[in-house]
């Protein structure tokens, strides 16, 4: 079988116009990344996930993609169906 995409993303973010695109959205990766961990940790389904939150199963879809980010209040709102609370937190970026 080939290489994973895991082995493909490092190599690719040699490229520094590659690198420049992931870091522009790091942010949103990381958005989506969290909730959907949250989602199956919970083990729920989108659908389950947007039945809690009153909401349709299109709309979570959209939330795990992050784009566009979510509003903090959709994210509260996310965490509480998933049986979760948010932990906010700033790091300082790389100079």
């Known amino acids: 079988m080939g290489r994973s995409l895991q082995d493909k993303h490092k190599e690719l973010l040699s490229e520094p116009k590659y690198k420049k695109a992931y870091t522009q959205l790091e942010d949103e990766f990381l958005v989506a990344k969290a909730l959907i961990q949250a989602r199956t940790s919970a ?3 989108q659908k389950q996930v947007a039945e809690r939150m009153g909401t349709t199963q299109s709309v979570v879809a959209r939330m795990e993609s992050g784009k566009p980010l979510p509003s903090l209040k959709s994210v509260i709102r ?3 169906a998933v049986n979760s609370r948010i932990e906010l937190k700033l790091i300082q970026a790389d100079k």
Request: no cysteine.
């Open 78 to 80: 996310y965490a509480v």
């Open 43 to 45: 083990n729920l389904t």
